[in-house]
DNA sequence: CACCAGGCAAGTA
DNA sequence: TACTTGCATGGT
């Protein structure tokens, strides 16, 4: 895959490298199976990761870690078990909408659902209910393994904190840039959404109370960086 | 105490 | 099409 040198790619690959070295290796998506990718990718939705693991700690003591036993769960008893990840009758809805496409669709194989191609499987993604953009593209990259680049509130925060892109990008639009602009390699959108998020978490959260210790200091031309 | 977190869908103009 | 609001727990 040979890309035109522009500064707009060196900018994305320096700041690749950038986060590279100061964070190393992030190793995602932090979880023991492409299910339960599917099941955190739900569940961290506007929600803190710790949050998320409480809920899956207690989906794993039930056993529900499994597509044909999270499937028989009653609503009341998976309201219950996720409840640390907030949002939880929405959430524990939004499981069910997602076990009872692949049931029907798929009889309950997740691998079978997740060999299709890219295009249609994102379309089947997102026509379930309660996945957006954001989570089809999580399972298609960490669940599904493929070059799909993932957009979330800390990528858009970081590239606008460093003049990269205007505040308000669409989805679309941000993606487009990273996916017109790296090599389309899953390796390669792995690790650099990863530490998007991690540097997002440390020092780029909405308050910009720990931006000024950023090690980063990404081509911000000593000027600060705007809200 | 107030504010925030790895979204999404439904409602309004 | 472009905003606004509800959903909810747990950490800072």
Not at 16 to 45: H, K, M, N
Not at 120 to 130: D, K, S, T, V, Y
Not at 196 to 214: F, H, I, M, N, Q
Not at 217 to 227: I, N
Request: with cysteine.
């Amino acid at each position: 895959m040979l890309l035109r040198a522009s500064p707009l790619r060196r900018r994305l690959f320096r700041l690749y490298d950038a986060l590279l070295a100061r964070f190393g290796p992030q190793s995602w998506w932090p979880a023991r199976s492409a299910f339960e990718v599917v099941v955190g990718a739900i569940l961290t939705q506007s929600t803190a990761w710790t949050n998320v693991e409480r809920a899956i700690v207690a989906l794993r003591r039930a056993g529900a870690l499994r597509a044909p036993v999270l499937a028989r769960l009653p609503s009341r008893r998976l309201a219950t078990l996720v409840r640390a990840s907030g949002f939880f009758r929405v959430k524990a809805g939004r499981l069910r909408a997602f076990l009872r496409h692949l049931g029907r669709r798929h009889a309950g194989h997740l691998r079978r659902f997740l060999r299709q191609p890219v295009p249609a499987l994102r379309a089947e993604l997102l026509a379930i209910p309660g996945i957006g953009p954001e989570t089809a593209d999580s399972i298609l990259l960490y669940a599904a393994g493929r070059p799909v680049f993932v957009v979330d509130a800390y990528t858009r925060r970081v590239l606008s904190r460093h003049r990269i892109v205007p505040r308000a990008i669409g989805y679309a639009e941000l993606q487009a840039l990273f996916m017109e602009n790296l090599p389309r390699d899953p390796a390669l959108f792995n690790e650099y959404h990863a530490l998007l998020v991690r540097v997002g978490k440390e020092y780029c959260r909405t308050s910009v109370a720990r931006c000024a210790e950023c090690p980063l200091r990404f081509d911000l031309r000593g000027r600060p960086p705007r809200l």
